[in-house]
């Protein structure tokens, strides 16, 4: 099986890019394959009606668009923005949900289960950013995983070098990863 993975987040170090190659990594242990997509590299406009019709469907976005279509997951770093998802992935999702034609079209995200990981410096790990990215996809026809990747204090876990595969935090993203795809290969 083939899988995709991105994150909302354009910073190199970003904790939400860790958290789902976390999983990303564990998926691949399982023998699947994992590509990735940094999402600063498409420069998608701000979406509008106005910018879809004056200047037309991105270039950059058709191979994106076509790789999340031919996906049988995605894997989808969540970072939280005062509560809410990053304006870099809401925008890409936007984008995602229009056809070249400038139509709406949900085809690339109709029963395609998504996995949600989310981290943040706090105590929360990005749950809120999480849980309304959850709705969002559910809203456009995916299948959210009912178990987010959720690390929290992520600047305190994420300074230890290498973690330990009998680390908590490794168990429970190969336990994820497992559960992920055998759901995935349901659907």
Not at 20 to 41: D, F, Y
Not at 43 to 48: A, E, I, M, R, T
Not at 117 to 135: F, Q, T, Y
Request: charged share 15%.
């Amino acid at each position: 099986m083939a899988f995709l993975t991105f994150a909302g987040s354009d910073r190199e170090e970003s904790v939400n890019w860790l958290a789902a190659s976390m999983v990303s990594t564990a998926v691949s242990g399982l023998g699947h394959e994992v590509e990735s997509q940094r999402l600063e590299t498409l420069n998608l406009p701000l979406y509008s009606q106005v910018t879809e019709q004056s200047t037309g469907y991105p270039s950059s976005l058709r191979d994106f668009r076509c790789s999340v279509q031919k996906a049988d997951g995605l894997i989808i770093g969540c970072p939280e923005f005062n509560g809410l998802i990053t304006p870099l992935l809401l925008n890409t999702l936007t984008w995602l949900t229009r056809s070249d034609q400038g139509a709406p079209d949900l085809s690339a995200f109709r029963v395609k289960p998504v996995l949600i990981c989310s981290s943040s410096p706090g105590g929360l790990g990005g749950i809120r950013a999480a849980a309304e990215l959850a709705n969002y996809l559910r809203g456009i026809g995916a299948i959210v995983f009912p178990e987010f990747f959720i690390v929290p204090q992520a600047f305190s876990v994420f300074s230890e070098p290498n973690l330990a595969s009998d680390h908590p935090l490794t168990v429970r993203a190969n336990e994820i990863a497992l559960a992920f795809t055998e759901l995935a290969k349901k659907v």
